[in-house]
């Protein structure tokens, strides 16, 4: 029996309120066993293993502490807060000798709530506390619940919590007892009275979700419909409540297979749906009714109106769009939703609600509100959108006419740090943005979804985000048909033909930009003229027709002069400079490309002066001079990192990459190209990816792997056939000729570079041409067809001094050396190999210095000029541990031995040998 203050003694069972109370001495019956009221535990409980985890670890750092620990459990309705409060329960039961006590506070229920005195009443009793003892005073009834407490090793367990004051006379005051509250609320008042521990309840993880799904409908039979139950999870939304209701449906509908549910979810109102048979008390619905109905008054219509918006997050300036309130006030009633649970602020000032929230509260205004008050808030909302869109996208490109635009002077460069800002505003709404169009369009409201579309064009172009550009513009597309306007549909088009271009869809690309250049005609629109005419060049460019192209930009460039338009003349001016690359006549080129930068630095237009740098470095790549191409580069890379240009960024990552292999500095070379691809492929540039792909296929080949070479060398084959793009297909298969070659595989090492020739002689790119005679002339030597090989590698050199690439002449030079090597004409391959290094040393070419100057020590040790041999070949292992290239340190410490052998040093030759064998095997060799 157990003992409380007074002379009242009573015994029994408390909970089921058998009580016999006596008064006066001690009961002689048996004392009370501890209350042990906690509900049925889940079998099978699966996930929540972090969670889980934090919550035994907050247990084991109670032990010296002085206070009670409290635990909040906190979240959205139907996350599962009752059932990880009642599991962990369980688990903890043990270390509980006086028990566990469970109070439904029923914060969220069709019943009132429990108020704080109920409570007490119930704990008291379920104490053994008796009746005729329990004080009506609630302070009274707090201070004999604390006494009652002291020095007891109990567990509380307060579930539904309306709010921190209901719970506040519920905290007991001895550090043995653990209490763990759940609620709604974000109980922000109990963290900061009650020092409460906070475990927010976020959506199962993936993994988790889909273990709880197996656990409850079956192992076997999900596990054989593997992608309905991945799809069964995402219409759940991840919420442990739809889950569980979805699954237990499947347990008891065995003839029903998982495809069969998720399409009834996918085709109908999940939330009638996601029922138990006719107990409404297991429907998500009705959890979410309990919250909605506590809302206070002035939530219940932002709760509503939160539901019109399709985008994934939002902010309180767009909430006060929506609502027709300041941001300010929008932020006060998003701050009473976050607290309710109801909303969830993921960053700052930056709110989502739950997918099912979302088609609740969808439901509820559609019910409650009449059609023209959703219509006019969502209007609103689009209307912020648009303004704010247009105000963001003139700092990203201040030059381009959008649509109402006048053509007048642009506005002053804003600072960079304002232009970053504007940009942060986009990555954060673009996906918003992209929502509210389909939004608009839906409705027919064609002036705001034409207007978007423009108003989105700049970011999306600067991202290369082409699928979500051409999904808005055809959007837009559809309101200018139906309103009629040509204008609106010139815009339409010519965006859609960049947006195709860039995605390398040249087909489509050309016929968007055919009916642009026709409709601006149709207007007499100069400017849109000039503009669709650019376009076009830029596409016969991307398709290596080089003089399709300058022909188009001659028309394109007298009209931009014309009404002058002076950044779409220095626009004008790059293509046509890229066009002259195609041909080879750099000089021609360079004059445009430097044309282009003086107009581009004198209007202050960032973004186009990158792309100009980036032009004029591949100019003087090709000329073979190596560190003013990598000024120009890196100075390209600087302006495109500044402004957020990543397409930009990865396309001249890429080329920097190239200019390192260049150099000979091959593991830096390496990883400028695998960043570059990185960049490519998360912008789903396919066209740079497969450039960047061949540059990596080379720098493989240099560093010894050829067999990675030769994949990476066909998947940038495959992608460039695709596209259409022959120059880059011309020099894919000149990069794998080069690597088959290596790998004594010469049947497709001659295929692919006649095929190279081919392409590069068809598109007039005699820069190409040259890099595949070489390629061939190489396998050619190998094969014994010396003649064949030297007539190959002579027509390189003639063609590389004609366009004036001194590194191509360098190189074909060096084939030639080794084939008069081979033909027994050493003079004559000493005279050509000593020319050769002499141009890479000029030229800055590293690599190629130190294959020639291999190949020359080769030639001087025939001739008997150990000493000469000997010296060049300190000099290529001084250049190689400076590189760190290991395949030219292995070949050299090889040949140093051979020559010291002949030169009679024999301890010198065996040193020189060992380190060749440390450096095959990859230890270093130093």
């Known amino acids: ?112 709530s429990l108020s704080s005195r109920e409570a007490l009443g119930q704990v008291l009793r379920a104490l053994n506390v008796p009746a005729s003892r329990i004080p009506v005073d609630e302070d009274e009834l707090t201070a004999l619940y604390r006494s009652q407490l002291a020095k007891k090793d109990l567990l509380i367990v307060l579930d539904d919590a309306a709010g921190s004051q209901q719970v506040y006379p519920l905290l007991p005051g001895s550090s043995s007892c653990v209490v763990v509250v759940t609620a709604r609320d974000d109980l922000a008042g109990l963290v900061a009275r009650g020092h409460a521990r906070m475990i927010p309840l976020d959506l199962m993880p ?31 939304a991840r919420l442990p409540l739809a889950l569980s209701v979805a699954a237990a449906n499947l347990a008891t509908r065995p003839q029903q297979s998982v495809a069969d549910t998720v399409v009834a979810l996918t085709k109908g109102d999940r939330l009638s749906n996601l029922t138990l048979g006719q107990d409404l008390d297991d429907a998500v619905g009705a959890a979410f009714d309990l919250s909605y109905r506590g809302l206070k008054p002035d939530l219940v219509a932002t709760f509503r109106l939160l ?59 559609e019910a409650e509100d009449d059609r023209l008050i959703r219509e006019a808030a969502l209007q609103r909302l689009a209307t912020w959108y648009l303004t704010r869109a247009q105000q963001a996208g003139r700092f990203l490109d201040r030059y381009r006419r959008t649509i109402g635009q006048e053509l007048t002077a642009p506005p002053v460069d804003a600072a960079p740090a304002e232009r970053t800002r504007q940009l942060e505003w986009f990555n954060a709404e673009y996906r918003n943005l992209v929502e509210i169009v389909r939004q608009t369009s839906q409705l027919r409201w064609d002036e705001l979804t034409i207007g978007l579309a423009d108003a989105v064009y700049d970011y999306f172009e600067l991202r290369r985000y082409g699928h979500e550009n051409i999904e808005v513009h055809r959007l837009g ?25 860039e995605m390398g ?70 293509t046509m400079a890229r066009g002259y690359q195609g041909l080879s006549e750099y000089e021609e080129a360079y004059l445009k490309a430097k044309s282009a930068l003086k107009i581009r630095r004198r209007i202050g237009d960032v973004r186009g002066e990158a792309e100009t740098l980036d ?71 396919r066209h740079g990816e497969g450039q960047a792909l061949v540059y990596l296929s080379t720098i493989l080949r240099r560093i010894g792997h050829e067999g990675e070479a030769v994949w990476a060398g066909l998947e940038a084959l495959d992608i460039l056939q695709e596209l259409g793009d022959r120059h880059g297909e011309a020099e894919a298969l000149t990069s794998l000729s080069r690597s088959y070659r290596r790998l004594q595989t010469y049947d497709p090492a001659g295929e692919d570079a006649v095929r190279a ?35 190959g590698a002579t027509r390189s050199m003639r063609l590389c001094r004609q366009i004036g690439d001194r590194r191509g002449e360098a190189d074909s030079l060096d084939v030639l050396c080794k084939l008069f090597h081979r033909l027994g004409l050493l003079e004559k391959a000493h005279r050509t190999a000593v020319r050769s290094c002499a141009i890479a040393a000029e030229v800055n070419d590293g690599h190629g210095r130190m294959a020639t100057m291999v190949a020359l020590a080769q030639i001087l040790r025939d001739m008997g000029n150990l000493k000469d041999a000997a010296s060049h070949i300190d000099e290529v292992l001084r250049l190689g541990e400076e590189l760190g290239q290991q395949r030219r340190r292995h070949e050299a410490w090889r040949l140093c031995g051979e020559i010291r052998a002949q030169q009679g040093d024999k301890e010198a030759a065996e040193k020189a040998f060992a380190k060749a064998v440390l450096l095959e095997e990859g230890h270093g060799g130093d």
């Open 757 to 791: 020739l081919k392409i590069s002689r068809s598109i007039g790119d005699r820069f190409g041409e040259a890099a595949a005679l070489r390629a061939l002339a190489l396998v050619e030597r190998d094969l014994g067809d010396l003649n064949a090989a030297r007539k």
């Open 477 to 501: 597309l559809e309101g200018a048909e139906r309103r009629g306007h040509v204008p609106s549909q010139f815009f339409m088009h010519h965006h859609l033909a960049v947006a195709y271009r």
């Open 615 to 685: 032009n004029i470095a591949h100019i003087y790549h090709a000329w073979g001079r190596a560190s003013p191409a990598l000024d120009y580069a890196q100075q390209a890379l600087r302006l495109r990192h500044e402004i957020g240009d990543r397409h930009g960024e990865g396309e001249t990552l890429a080329f920097i990459g190239h200019l390192h292999m260049w150099l000979g500095k091959h593991e830096q070379a390496r990883d400028f190209v695998e960043s570059a691809l990185q960049i490519r492929r998360s912008i789903a540039d």
């Open 206 to 236: 993936p993994s988790e979700a889909v273990e709880l799904v197996r656990t409850v409908a079956g192992h076997e039979r999900m596990d054989a419909e593997p992608e309905a139950t991945t799809e069964l999870v995402r219409i759940c």
């Open 1 to 112: 029996m157990a003992a409380y203050p007074g002379k009242a003694r009573f015994a029994g069972d408390s909970v089921a309120r058998d009580k016999i109370i006596h008064v006066g001495g001690l009961a002689c019956g048996p004392s009370q066993p501890p209350p042990r009221q906690l509900p049925l535990d889940i079998h099978g409980f699966s996930g929540r293993a972090e969670v889980l985890a934090k919550l035994n670890a907050l247990i084991e750092m109670q032990q010296h502490s002085l206070s009670p620990l409290i635990i909040a459990i906190t979240g959205m309705p139907g996350v599962g807060k009752t059932t990880l409060a009642v599991h962990w329960a369980h688990l903890m039961a043990d270390r509980f000798p006086d028990g566990n006590i469970f109070i439904n506070l029923r914060g969220y229920s069709d019943r009132a």
């Open 307 to 365: 539901g019109l918006i399709e985008g994934p997050t939002f902010t309180p300036e767009a909430i006060g769009a929506l609502c027709a309130v300041t941001p300010d006030a929008a932020l006060h009633m998003l701050n009473g939703l976050e607290a309710s649970n109801l909303v969830q602020a993921i960053s700052s000032g930056r709110y989502q609600l739950h997918e099912l929230l979302r088609e609740y509260a969808r439901g509820r205004a």
């Open 505 to 574: 869809q040249v087909r489509a690309a050309f016929a968007e930009a055919d009916v642009a250049c026709r409709l601006s005609r149709q207007v007499r629109d100069r400017y849109g003229e000039g503009v669709a005419l650019d376009n076009i060049a830029r596409i016969h460019l991307h398709l290596s027709e080089y003089r399709e192209a300058l022909a188009v930009t001659r028309v394109a460039l007298a009209i931009r002069q014309k009404i002058e338009d002076r950044h779409g003349e220095a626009t004008t001016l790059d």
